[in-house]
Every structure is written in structure tokens, then in C-alpha cells.
């Protein structure tokens, strides 16, 4: 957040960093993983040891697992550990946050972060991302928006509320122990029914967050337009994403 934004903006920031925990179980089924393309880009070449710190439910850590890299998971909210924990028992998931991870100097060869790195105080976040990693190793954030290049699916972002963001990723690109960042985009798909994708929407903080009576317009306002729509009316389909990559390495 800027250092312009008002304490009642901060508060909702907060509210709203913190908001996934009372809907794990939904989170799980309901929100798309990555591609492993996306996955493979992020890491250094030979990466075993790989943390997915914020992780959640554990959407990326599927993704790690299917590459063969050995897995510990951080995530400061007790029920997405519990959910993430129902997924993936053999996988060492630890209470902490982005700017105080519990490992040791030097621990990790990657640390990747999936839909999580605009919750963080992103400078400090660095600071210790950099402190866990051995040199050579690298930080990725890792972001699923809409394409909303696809009409509808750009009328869907405009009704459902839920556009890309931009400036949150731009801060990732600077830091002393980092080199410069690089980008890429990934083509994702995910298969969901209109009722489904109203699901997924629910999961999203700005609807966490809000009040019963807007997350009901917002439902209904939704599967009207979805149940109408032709690309979507007429049962599962596909939801097409960009994965988007902030890639740095650690000098
Ligand atoms: C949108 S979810 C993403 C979860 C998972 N990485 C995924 O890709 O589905 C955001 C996660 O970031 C976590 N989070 C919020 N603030 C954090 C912080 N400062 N440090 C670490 N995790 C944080 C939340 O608890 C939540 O699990």
C-alpha cells in the first residue's frame, strides 16, 4: 500500500489479507493451480529444495509436487494450514508470514508465491525471501487474472468486480539483493459451470469481505450474466487465464 492510504483503507487492507481462513474449504475446491510451464520458468535450473511461502490451501505446492521438488510451505493462517494439511499430509507446512519466514540462512534454492505477494509489506518481504535463499536461487510471485482479451470474459471481470491489478506487481521489480526482474505470461485454462465460477468469485477477498447483502447482488448478478451469456450458458467450460510471472534472482 502507498504510504498515502488513510488508516480506514489500511484497516480493510488488513481485514482483507487476512479474509481467506472462514472460507478454506471453498478456496480449495473453487480457485485454479498454475501451469507448470509457469512453475518450471520460475525456477532456478536443479531447484529441490522450493518453499511456497503464503501458501494457502496449497494450489501451488500441487503444481511442485507434480515437478518433483521437495516442498515446505509457510502460511499464517490457521485454517488454511489445516486445509492445505487435508491435501497434503507429507508436505511440512509452518506458521509464518512473508516477513518473518521461519527457516534458516540459505535453506531454500526457490521461493515461490502464488496470488499472496500484494498482501505483503513487499520490502521486507524481499529482505527476508533473500536471507532464506542461497545465492543463485529465485523469488517468483505468480498471479492468475482473467484474459480478458475474450469479451466476455471482460464483461464477466467487469460484472463480477474482479479486474487485473497492476501496480502491486510493479513493486516486485526492485530490490538490492535481487537482480532486475523478469516477466512472463502463461496461457491457464479452468473448468468451471456457471454456478461453479460463482463459487470461485466468493472466494475472492473484495467479496470476503463485504457485507451479506452485497455478496448476494453480486452472486445473483453473476449468474444471471452467466447463465445467459452464450460462451457459458450451456454447462462446464473453459475460463481462460493468463498466469502472469514475476521472476528474480537472488545475487
Ligand atoms: C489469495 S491466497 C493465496 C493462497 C495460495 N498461495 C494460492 O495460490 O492459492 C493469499 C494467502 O496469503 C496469505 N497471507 C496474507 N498475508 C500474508 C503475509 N504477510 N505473509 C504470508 N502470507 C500471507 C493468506 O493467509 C492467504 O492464505
Known amino acids: ?17 487476512r479474509s481467506f481462513g472462514g472460507r478454506a474449504a471453498e478456496y480449495a475446491r473453487h480457485r485454479p493451480d498454475y501451469p507448470l510451464d509457469a512453475l518450471r520458468w520460475a525456477l532456478p535450473p536443479g531447484a529441490t529444495r522450493v518453499v511456497d511461502l503464503a501458501a494457502g490451501t496449497g494450489k501451488l505446492t500441487d503444481g511442485l509436487l507434480a515437478l518433483d521438488v521437495e516442498v ?14 487435508r491435501h497434503h499430509p507429507d508436505v511440512p507446512i509452518l506458521d509464518g508470514t512473508a516477513e518473518r519466514i521461519p527457516l534458516p540462512g540459505a535453506a531454500a ?20 525471501i533473500a ?4 545465492p543463485g536461487g529465485t523469488v517468483a510471485g505468480l498471479w492468475n487474472g482473467n484474459d480478458e482479451s ?37 496461457r491457464h485454462t479452468h473448468r468451471r459451470t ?25 452472486r445473483t448478478r453473476v449468474l444471471e450474466f452467466l447463465t445467459t451469456n452464450p460462451a457459458t450458458a450451456g454447462g462446464e467450460f473453459d475460463v481462460p487465464l493468463l498466469t502472469t510471472v514475476l521472476r528474480g534472482e537472488r545475487r
Do not use: N, Y
Not at 131 to 134: A, S
Not at 156 to 183: C, M, Y
Open 194 to 218: 456457471p454456478e461453479s465460477l460463482v463459487e470461485t468469485i466468493a472466494t475472492h477477498s473484495h467479496l470476503l469481505v463485504a457485507d451479506k447483502e452485497e455478496r448476494a447482488r453480486t
Open 109 to 128: 534454492d526457490a521461493v515461490l508465491v502464488g496470488q499472496a505477494f500484494h498482501w505483503f509489506d513487499v520490502g521486507a518481504a524481499l529482505t527476508e
Open 72 to 85: 515446505t510451505a509457510v502460511e499464517p493462517d490457521a485454517q488454511m494450514r489445516a486445509e492445505f494439511g
Open 1 to 17: 500500500m502507498s504510504e498515502a492510504t488513510s488508516a480506514a483503507e489500511r484497516e480493510l487492507w488488513s481485514r482483507r489479507s
Open 150 to 186: 475474450v469479451p466476455w470474459v471482460a464483461e464477466f471481470a467487469r460484472i463480477s468486480g474482479f479486474t487485473q491489478r497492476g501496480s502491486s506487481v510493479a513493486k516486485l521489480t526492485e530490490h538490492p539483493a535481487f537482480g532486475p526482474f523478469a516477466e512472463r505470461t502463461f
Open 131 to 134: 536471507r532464506v535463499l542461497r
